[in-house]
């Protein structure tokens, strides 16, 4: 029997306010001293009082259009009730029946096809205390670092639309993508700012009712959630095969054995005693409100893909690998402004070529590739190569020399004497020696391997120490060989 994969991806997003969701202590918590950022709200002390974040409110109305979702005129928050060593309150501030966001939905691209995936909501709540296990001498025990606890979380529910591991993958990246632009979360996976809960399941094909779902939860990159969600389909897929029963229960990701581990039951939503939250009031969040939400928002990777098709003429390939992050579609837009002359598709090969192999070698980012060149200096460097003082082999170099030293590609030009030579009648005499030295290259090429002509450039090429031009000593070799 075939069987039909139902994904649903559960989204945590910490929101970059500068203070907790519901007190003023500071949410600036990753290099802080453990239990420092704290007082007695999100400590969970009786007797005190939580306040709403408004900014927390505005990034996720902001979040909710960006996912084209309905912003709810009512919402309200609620007391999630439940025990766990990192919630001392014994419950979470989160909300239930009345979330901020509801049915939106998101365009993700697969294989070359478009598909609409559903989202059910966005809501906001509170993020949870840090669990740090220790060893010592033998025995195990855990420590509360309460620093995290309260920092505003923003949680996105996708609906079942998702068929197959890739598709969540690109689901992830997409989603992450938005909420970088939004610039209302860093969305690092690295230190749990973009977290993601995946709810799989099957059915025979052609079958339109769920089968429990499993909940995979410790997955801290995209390529986990992928191999999470592979290896879970195939367990389920063999343990149905065998008449095994699949149970609802939630499951941890172990990334050094590549499997997912059972951990407990999964609750059901009448497991957390939901009632509203007493202590705070509900939200009215009018349309002039709205409204004024949505003059912020930035154009996003979608529209921005569509924009560098049409303004600058770049296929659809590199106008979608450019906008995916923000700060590379920037870095780009800048460069290309920064240099008058510059072809933007030349500008795109440089920015998706050596600058990411730089990027991908030093594990940075762009914004701290920039401090070390400027999109300036990049478009000064683009400039010489697309005015042929330079070639392109002495431009990648130059590149690399800028990173390391902060120079000018000017400067670099200067000090390495890597003028381009284009002046034919010099190549000439170099092209006459080289033929002479190499006989039996010219031999071949002669007899039709027309392979040895590259062989003569690169010994060209040599002897000036890359310094001549490529396409004018190709000219000059076919001359004199045809001769």
């Known amino acids: 029997m075939k069987y039909e994969t139902v994904i649903g991806l559960e989204v945590h997003a910490q929101l970059k306010t500068s203070s907790k969701m519901y007190c003023r202590c500071s949410a600036d918590y990753a290099r ?78 697969v294989e070359s096809k478009e598909k609409r995936a559903g989202i059910t909501r966005v809501h906001l709540e509170e993020d949870v205390a840090k669990l740090v296990h220790r060893a010592v001498v033998g025995e195990s025990f855990s420590l509360v670092d309460v620093n995290r606890s309260g920092s505003p979380l923003m949680e996105i529910v996708g609906e079942p639309d998702l068929r197959s ?145 049409s303004e600058y003429g770049l296929p659809l390939y590199d106008s979608g690998v450019l906008t995916i992050a ?12 920064a240099g008058e002359g510059l072809v933007p598709k030349a500008v795109s090969k440089w920015v998706l070529g050596p600058v990411s192999a730089i990027l991908n070698e030093q594990v940075i980012n762009v914004t701290e590739f920039s401090t070390k060149v400027s999109s300036k200096q990049l478009a000064e460097l683009l400039l010489l190569e697309s005015k042929g003082t330079i070639n392109t082999a002495s431009a990648k170099s130059i590149l690399e020399d800028m990173f390391q030293s902060g120079k000018s590609a000017g400067a670099i030009v200067s000090e390495r004497g890597l003028i381009q030579i284009s002046d034919s009648g010099e190549l000439e005499k170099v092209a006459a020696e080289v033929i002479q030295s190499n006989a039996g290259a010219v031999a071949d090429y002669r007899t039709g391997k027309v392979q040895s002509l590259t062989f003569l450039v690169g010994q060209v090429m040599k002897l000036t120490r890359g310094r001549a031009n490529p396409k004018i000593v190709t000219e000059v070799l076919k001359k004199k060989l045809g001769e």
């Not at 996912?67 to 979470?92: A, H, I, W």
Request: hydrophobic fraction near 35%; glycine fraction near 6%.
């Open 165 to 309: 591991p890739e598709e969540a993958r690109q689901y992830l990246m997409k989603l992450h993508s938005i909420l970088r632009y939004l610039d209302v979360s860093t969305a690092n996976m690295e230190d749990g700012s973009f977290r993601c809960d995946a709810n799989v399941s099957i059915r025979p094909e052609g079958n339109h009712d769920f089968g429990a779902k499993v909940e995979v939860k410790n997955m801290n990159s995209f390529r986990s959630v992928f191999r999470a969600l592979e290896f879970e389909i195939i367990r389920q897929t063999q343990a149905v095969e065998k008449g095994e029963k699949i149970v609802q229960e939630t499951r941890g990701w172990v990334e050094q054995s590549g499997e997912t581990v059972s951990q407990r039951s999964k609750e059901y939503a009448h497991d957390y005693r939901y009632f509203p939250e007493p202590d705070l009031p509900p939200l009215s969040i009018s349309s002039n409100w709205v409204e004024k939400v949505k003059t912020k928002l930035p154009e996003l990777p979608e529209a921005r893909r569509a924009r560098f098709v």
């Open 326 to 337: 923000k700060e590379i579609a920037d870095y780009f837009e800048s460069v290309y402004r």
């Open 32 to 109: 802080a001293a453990p239990n420092t950022h704290v007082c007695p709200v999100c400590l969970g002390m009786p007797g005190t009082l939580p306040v709403i974040n408004k900014q927390a409110v505005e990034f996720t109305i902001m979040t909710a259009l960006a996912l084209n979702c309905t912003v709810s005129e009512f919402s309200k928050f609620d007391r999630k009730n439940y025990s766990y060593p990192d919630l001392m309150k014994g419950y979470q501030i989160s909300q239930f029946d009345a979330p901020i966001g509801k049915g939106g939905w998101m365009n993700i691209e």
